[in-house]
């Protein structure tokens, strides 16, 4: 089936061959392996990208579900010369390490600073919840949330 | 001529710097493993045992062969060289032979166009079992002579006796590293016989050795390569796929890529060790501890791995960080049909010390003693003898100012909040805030560095000048610990220069850097890399006669005497070292002997909120004090102390890889919990600086530690708010009800 998802801005056609979620379609058919593949059971958020103006695990979504959708991925969030704010508090308060859970981390914090530019620690924890981070101990990512709410980055 | 070090270098070492692969990594574009691709790429997918213990009776591949898009089906009759690999000791083979010895073990794997047809054409082989009863009783099994080690310690008199005794009977549980990252592998074949691969690894020497004796292939025509990796905490450090996936590639002459999915992952890499322990601790009636008895037993699974190491670390650290002058340790590690057990965080001394503190709190509580007094009481300190092995601890060991700086942290208000994420079992399961109990606990860890008992632990690294900047060459693994930024810090600082560049070499371009773990790398490769550019240094200073090194030259009194360009005129400059820790040996048949290299020391103290009727915790805050020498990346330390006290609350109150007649019951993250941002509690550090004898600028390792005495301290302040023994982590609702 052919189904049309625009992708960070841009309209993306594929062919699903069947019961692909949208986790697989991302990293195997459009060459965006940003979006991470850790459980497949939507626990653990390293699959999470901005979906109709959600937070979603990829990979619980049917990529065909997703015809004529809007998605963010991790590749969609900044440029090089131009990250996100929380991309930039990430690297300054050393919120990456294997960075493996990072992809959806940032895309879960972009999400909530724009929902709540100054949110409290506990509205960060629990709208973290759901993305694991087995390096960090959520320490630097939530020092990551404080400078950008400060305006530090 | 003095040497002058140049000072005030940009991201020199004690400077919080920035990953160089930071960027990539927030922008979803640093290559895991798992992201590797080519056009022509095939996919690899593996057929595993249902059985922790059964006899192969059938395997036909024809099925598989069968269907369209598969390139190649392969078993145990495929492997040309070595039927079996290991670590220490070659005892599994490559595929289930004729007996499956563990749930989960692998027993052919396919290449296939796409993902999908490899899946559902290992799944269309036909494999027929006789199940056999399998031994999961680790005791039944050291009975049985089914052991991959046995160990005795005897120091001091063994008749020797304490006025005040306490006993206990101390179990852990399987615990499981889940990196994020499950295990990934790209081969690609060379198109002359040989093949790259590219695999998630901690240790890529050794993992080379056991792939070439297997393949039957000469060292020199594979060639493995660090690939970008999601976490390792152990779970690396043996073979997993590495094989299978080169036998693929090299089998249809193509590249093939291999991705574990999260349940295979949990069936496909070792396990902490489950423990059950006897301990007796003897005392004077003023607390100095007289005599430590302890038996141990660790479930080492189904093949060796690392489980002698293990096993002698947990042997050693059995008393932990204090002083006593008469130790008994019978220690042995099962070998049965349960999930291999091997390498993770804290390594052996995680077992013991969450048994040994235990038993300190119950020696206070049995003295009347404040339980950190009883600790400073009997502290091993630099000089004192270790009590286990007997020997001199030589460089620094800050026991008392850890225990004071932990101490001196503010305790958090006490609970005032009705927001059931604040409360303990959170919004699902909600505590009234007036059932919730708080309670305090602290513990005090102690741990090796880098490899003991006489292993020749080296690690070679490669400093290069050249006219762009500086190459630091090395086969070290960067599983996300940040040691590309403590090289870097290290390079700058002796060249003067913050033009430096991490280059991550294949086996064939370096030697070994040995193993990403026992929390050596910063010490290792560090020390590799900081005697390679000290010696680029002053080979460079000698050639041009100069004094000092700045990033524009060669310098004499001030002056400068040569350019960069002129000291790389005739092409790049190099220095290449191979760099040793202080020699270690093995230990003799009472234990006794100078056996490690090293030691590292920390506190931690928890705070928890306990709804004893509902038997649920809420982790309020775990603070820690942290010995590690010299810090070189204050940062990065901050965050192995934070994330490696998150795996310690894992194992004290969620974590648990639930086993049932070998098959672990609980393989994905939906059923085995890992903390997340709302388990986690607040962490506050404190860095004790108190320089080492051999690590670079006086460095230690502290990958470990972090995980090592946060466990037992959690249950200790779980213990302080109920009232309840608790000799069992993790610590479930029903051990705090009481049914």
Request: aromatic content about 4%.
């Amino acid at each position: 089936m052919n189904v049309t998802i625009k992708i960070n801005g841009e309209d993306r056609a594929v062919d699903v061959a069947g019961a692909e979620s949208l986790l697989t379609v991302l990293r195997n058919d459009l060459d965006l392996p940003g979006t991470k593949d850790a459980c497949e059971q939507g626990e653990c958020g390293s699959c999470s990208v901005v979906f109709d103006g959600d937070v979603v695990c990829s990979c619980l979504v049917m990529a065909v579900d997703a015809d004529g959708s809007e998605v963010t991925t991790v590749e969609g969030l900044g440029t090089e010369d131009d990250l996100h704010p929380f991309q930039e508090a990430m690297l300054a308060e050393g919120g990456v390490q294997c960075g493996f859970c990072t992809p959806g981390v940032v895309i879960a914090g972009a999400h909530l600073l724009e929902e709540n530019s100054q949110p409290s620690e506990i509205e960060i924890r629990e709208a973290l919840s759901g993305n694991i981070c087995r390096c960090t101990g959520y320490g630097a990512i939530l020092r990551a949330f404080e400078t950008v709410a400060r305006g530090d980055v | 001529m003095t040497t002058r070090t140049t000072s005030g270098v940009r991201g020199g070492i004690g400077t919080s710097v920035r990953r160089p692969d930071g960027i990539p990594k927030v922008m979803g574009n640093f290559a895991y493993a798992s992201d590797l691709w080519s056009e022509d790429m095939l996919w690899g997918a593996t057929r595993r045992s249902p059985h922790a213990h059964a006899r192969l009776t059938r395997l036909d591949i024809a099925p598989a062969l069968a269907m369209n898009g598969v390139r190649a089906v392969l078993t145990q009759d495929d492997v040309q060289g070595k039927p079996t690999f290991g670590q220490e000791e070659q005892d599994q083979p490559v595929f289930c032979d004729n007996t499956a010895q563990y749930w989960g073990e692998p027993v052919a794997v396919v290449a296939a166009d796409d993902e999908e047809t490899a899946r559902r054409a290992a799944a269309a082989i036909i494999v027929e079992w006789e199940p056999l009863t399998p031994l999961t009783d680790p005791e039944q099994a050291v009975e049985e002579g089914l052991s991959f080690r046995e160990m005795r310690i005897r120091r001091g008199d063994e008749d020797a006796s304490g006025t005040i005794v306490v006993e206990g009977i101390y179990e852990t549980a399987t615990q499981d590293q889940a990196p994020l990252g499950t295990e990934a592998g790209f081969a690609i074949p060379d198109g002359e016989g040989g093949l790259d691969l590219y695999v998630t690894s901690q240790w890529i020497h050794v993992d080379h050795r056991q792939i070439v004796a297997c393949l039957d292939m000469a060292p020199d025509s594979v060639r493995c390569h660090p690939a970008g990796i999601g976490g390792a905490f152990g779970s690396r450090e043996d073979i997993s796929l590495h094989i299978h996936v080169a036998m693929l590639a090299l089998a249809t002459g193509r590249p093939v890529k291999m991705v574990y999915d999260r349940t295979e992952s949990f069936a496909g890499h070792v396990k902490r060790h489950p423990s059950r322990m006897w301990y007796r601790h003897e005392a004077d009636e003023s607390g100095m501890l007289v005599k430590v008895t302890a038996r141990l037993l660790l479930d080492g699974g189904a093949y060796a791995h690392t489980s002698r190491a293990v096993l002698a670390n947990a042997a050693f650290f059995t008393v932990g960080p204090y002083r006593c002058d008469s130790v008994v340790v019978d220690a042995a590690v099962a070998k049965t049909n349960n999930p291999p057990a091997g390498a993770m965080r804290g390594f052996g001394a995680v077992q013991t010390c969450f048994a040994s503190e235990s038993q300190m709190d119950l020696l206070a509580e049995k003295l009347g003693m404040d339980p950190l007094e009883l600790r400073r009481a009997n502290a091993l300190l630099a000089g004192d003898h270790m009590s286990t092995s007997g020997q001199i601890i030589e460089g620094s060991l800050p026991t008392l100012e850890v225990i004071d700086a932990v101490e001196a942290i503010p305790l958090p208000d006490p609970l005032d909040d009705d927001d059931p994420r604040l409360l303990p079992g959170g919004t699902g399961l909600t505590s009234p805030r007036g059932s919730v109990v708080r309670g305090v606990g602290y513990a005090v860890g102690l741990k090796n560095l880098a490899f003991s008992e006489g292993f020749d632990d080296f690690a070679e690294a490669r400093v290069v000048m050249t006219a762009a900047g500086v190459e630091v060459h090395t086969a070290a693994m960067e599983v996300g610990q940040g040691l590309v930024t403590v090289c870097q810090q290290i390079a700058r600082t002796v060249l003067g220069t913050d033009q430096v560049a991490i280059v991550w070499d294949d086996t064939s371009q370096i030697g070994s850097a040995g193993s990403t773990s026992a929390s050596r790398q910063t010490q290792m490769t560090g020390g590799a890399v900081h005697a390679a550019a000290v010696g680029l240094r002053d080979q460079i200073l000698a050639d041009h006669d100069g004094d000092e090194l700045r990033d524009d030259g060669v310098y004499r009194e001030g002056e400068r005497v040569a350019t960069i360009d002129d000291v790389c005129s005739s092409g790049p400059v190099e220095h290449h070292v191979q760099f040793r820790h202080p020699e270690t040996f093995p230990p003799d048949e009472n234990g006794q002997g100078d056996v490690h290299a090293g030691f590292v020391v920390a506190a931690h103290r928890a705070v928890v909120d306990v709804d004893p009727e509902l038997g649920l915790v809420r982790v309020v805050r775990v603070d820690t004090a942290q010995d590690v020498g010299t810090a070189l990346n204050p940062q990065a330390i901050t965050g192995q102390l934070e994330g490696g006290i998150m795996q310690g609350v894992g194992l004290a109150v969620m974590e648990e890889l639930v086993i049932n007649e070998g098959i672990i019951l609980n393989p994905t993250f939906t059923d085995y919990l890992i903390p997340t941002f709302l388990d986690a509690p607040a962490v506050e550090t404190r860095i004790v600086e108190a320089g080492d004898h051999w690590g670079p600028f006086g460095a230690k390792g502290i990958g470990e530690s972090p995980t090592i005495s946060s466990t037992p301290a959690i249950v200790a302040a779980i213990r302080a708010a109920t009232g309840r023994p608790l000799s069992r982590v993790p610590v479930r609702p029903e051990d705090i009800v009481g049914i």
